[in-house]
Nanobody, 115 residues
Framework: QVELVESGGGLVQAGGSLRLSCAASRSIRRIIVMGWYRKAPGKQRELVATRPSGGTTKYAASVKGRFTISRDNTKNTVDLQMNNLKPEHTAVYYC?????????WGHGTQVAVSS
């Protein structure tokens, strides 16, 4: 099991930027996939971006070119740089790790984008 703690959420105006960070309680070198999901009000949780330990980074179509996921195996963190934010990006953002055949989730961090 791995504990995940998100930080960096907040309120920002449309067009602004935020950087989310997820700190893991253990080394992430052997964690197969880490990433970010989000849940907007009235919607299901959806993938934002994933970064496997090896392989191709994946982004939701709606965030390609705006969001960048990065993974630092020395700091045990996964960050999400979000640029040119829009009101529809308002959601609770969750850090995710697939480890030892289990999905592990953080408690989430709120991102609110005002128009």
């Amino acid at each position: 099991q791995v504990e995940l703690v998100e930080s960096g959420g907040g309120l920002v105006q449309a067009g602004g930027s935020l950087r989310l960070s997820c700190a893991a309680s253990r080394s992430i070198r052997r964690i197969i996939v880490m990433g970010w999901y989000r849940k907007a009000p009235g919607k299901q949780r959806e993938l934002v971006a994933t970064r496997p330990s090896g392989g191709t980074t994946k982004y939701a179509a709606s965030v390609k070119g705006r969001f960048t996921i990065s993974r630092d195996n020395t700091k045990n963190t996964v960050d999400l740089q979000m640029n040119n934010l829009k009101p529809e990006h308002t959601a609770v953002y969750y850090c995710y790790a697939y480890f030892r055949l289990r999905a592990n989730w953080g408690h989430g961090t709120q991102v609110a984008v005002s128009s």
